[in-house]
T-cell receptor, first 114, second 117 residues
Framework: AQKVTQAQTEISVVEKEDVTLDCVYETRDTTYYLFWYKQPPSGELVFLIRRNSFDEQNEISGRYSWNFQKSTSSFNFTITASQVVDSAVYFCALKETSGSRLTFGEGTQLTVNP | EAGVTQSPTHLIKTRGQQATLRCSPISGHTSVYWYQQALGLGLQFLLWYDEGEERNRGNFPPRFSGRQFPNYSSELNVNALELEDSALYLC????????????????FGDGTRLSIL
């Protein structure tokens, strides 16, 4: 069965610091998809980034970047020059091709202090 | 483009009652998903509907049920409410899940907070 683990329960940084959120996953599928979502205090889950298991390149999108390491089953997410508005709970999620449900990690509460 | 909309925002019920939660997907999305976010339990998959059919359900009892209408909107019904049903219920929608759409992200609504007294 699939599983997603986010070992960091809470992270606190000062504005403008870079911060990396860790995610480790387990799956038996050879093709799968990984996502990061942000949940601000208002409650809605906001889609941030997506990664296909067959894509080898790591990418940067604005202040967001991600490091996908298939060999270690990790999908880490970095926010560069953090801002107070980045404060939220961040969820890593896995979707296998054999189904459509998302399996979420436990979430990491990020607090960015001014 | 309008996002996923859910109603009501808050719902207060007592034990044993029935609750109905509603969701309208993004225009063009045919798949609708329901998730429960209960305190201490994280985000748990509840139900998935596509083209009016229930395609998959999570590890929840039968008193959690729903349906999808011809316009792709969806309802989640929870019968015989229990205290532990208190949670934020999130609805999401996506383009069709198979083939070239397999990697499409699910887009979430603001949720319905269900409180059981």
């Amino acid at each position: 069965a699939q599983k997603v683990t986010q070992a960091q329960t809470e992270i606190s940084v000062v504005e403008k610091e870079d911060v990396t959120l860790d995610c480790v996953y387990e799956t038996r599928d050879t093709t799968y998809y990984l996502f990061w979502y942000k949940q601000p205090p208002s409650g809605e889950l906001v889609f941030l980034i997506r990664r296909n298991s067959f894509d080898e390149q790591n990418e940067i999108s604005g202040r967001y970047s991600w490091n996908f390491q298939k060999s270690t089953s990790s999908f880490n997410f970095t926010i560069t020059a953090s801002q107070v508005v980045d404060s939220a709970v961040y969820f890593c999620a896995l979707k296998e091709t054999s189904g459509s449900r998302l399996t979420f990690g436990e979430g990491t509460q990020l607090t960015v202090n001014p | 483009e309008a996002g996923v909309t859910q109603s009501p925002t808050h719902l207060i019920k007592t034990r044993g009652q029935q609750a109905t939660l509603r969701c309208s997907p993004i225009s063009g999305h045919t798949s609708v998903y329901w998730y429960q976010q209960a305190l201490g339990l994280g985000l748990q998959f509840l139900l998935w509907y596509d083209e009016g059919e229930e395609r998959n359900r999570g590890n929840f009892p039968p008193r959690f049920s729903g349906r999808q209408f011809p316009n792709y909107s969806s309802e989640l019904n929870v019968n015989a409410l229990e205290l532990e049903d208190s949670a934020l219920y999130l609805c999401a929608s996506s383009l069709r899940w198979w083939g070239r759409y397999s990697n499409q992200p699910q887009h979430f609504g603001d949720g319905t907070r269900l409180s059981i007294l």
